[in-house]
């Protein structure tokens, strides 16, 4: 794939916008003027982006983003692909960037403890060390099928805004608990940027996330301690450790990954 035309690139940042109006304006006509493909959300709390194109076209976006002091040196994961991943451009505004705590976010996360960042590779090394540590999967259910950390502990979630509820589930369960350290992961980080300080808020004693979630994992230690692939959100569907799109597709029923030339096992009623 290091010959591929098309480069992915994905990441976010949490920077006060008092302008997301004027920003989506001059944003997409911007990104459309260069030929840039795929989804950008933006809200008064930050921005989410995901798009694809030529080297130029990618190069070209970098430099549109770095005229502005917010988005300057935006860190975008790259991943590569054989066709554009998107069917447009779509730049919207938001309550939040990805939906957690609703029209007082901003304020909220705010007023949260930080939860420090730990690179992959101590993941992994904490991992060949069997540390007595909780591993949390924040994503939604149909992306764990896809893949994940063995060892984890999963949510059961269909969306990321059930979150909340299912730790409060988790605890009286006794499936969590607040005294074990804990690392929670997402596939780019970002859920993670808001889970992870509202459970330190919520009395967890020790969380740490990892930084630029499983995308920046699998770049950096492939598929060490790690089983399966990767869900991804835009028509790639799923990458390999290696991150190189699997060719699946997307039931649309139940939202799983389905490999080439099969049929989803939803519509052979086994799930």
């Not at 935006?74 to 939040?96: A, D, F, G, H, I």
């Not at 950390?149 to 608990?177: C, Q, W, Y």
Request: a negative charge; hydrophobic letters at 35%.
């Amino acid at each position: 794939m290091t010959d591929s035309p098309i480069i992915n690139l994905s990441g976010y940042r949490f920077v006060h916008l008092d302008d997301t109006q004027d920003i989506q304006q001059r944003m997409k006509q911007a990104l459309s003027d260069i030929g840039v493909q795929g989804s950008i959300m933006l809200a008064s709390e930050g921005i989410n982006v995901s798009m694809a194109g030529t080297e130029e076209q990618m190069i070209a976006a970098r430099n549109w983003f770095n005229e502005d002091s917010r988005f300057a040196g935006l860190w975008l994961k790259q991943s590569l692909s054989r066709l554009v991943p998107y069917r447009r451009l779509r730049v919207r505004v938001r309550t939040e960037i990805i939906a957690f705590d609703g029209q007082d976010s901003e304020a909220l996360q705010a007023q949260r403890p930080q939860a420090p960042s730990i690179s992959p590779d101590t993941l992994s090394q904490w991992l060949d060390e069997a540390r007595d540590i909780t591993l949390l999967d924040t994503r939604n259910d149909y992306e764990i099928v896809s893949g994940t950390f063995p060892a984890s502990v999963h949510m059961d979630i269909k969306h990321f805004r059930n979150f909340k509820a299912a730790v409060t589930k988790a605890l009286e369960a006794g499936t969590l608990d607040k005294e074990k350290p804990m690392v929670t992961y997402c596939t780019g980080g970002i859920r993670c940027e808001k889970a992870a300080p509202w459970l330190l808020e919520n009395g967890f004693r020790e969380v740490y996330q990892i930084e630029g979630g499983l995308l920046n994992y699998l770049e950096t230690c492939g598929s060490r301690h790690w089983q399966g692939d990767c869900f991804v959100f835009d028509e790639r569907v799923e990458l390999t450790p290696e991150l190189v799109p699997t060719g699946a597709g997307l039931c649309y029923h139940c939202q799983l990954a389905v490999p080439a030339g099969t049929q989803c096992r939803c519509q052979l009623g086994t799930h």
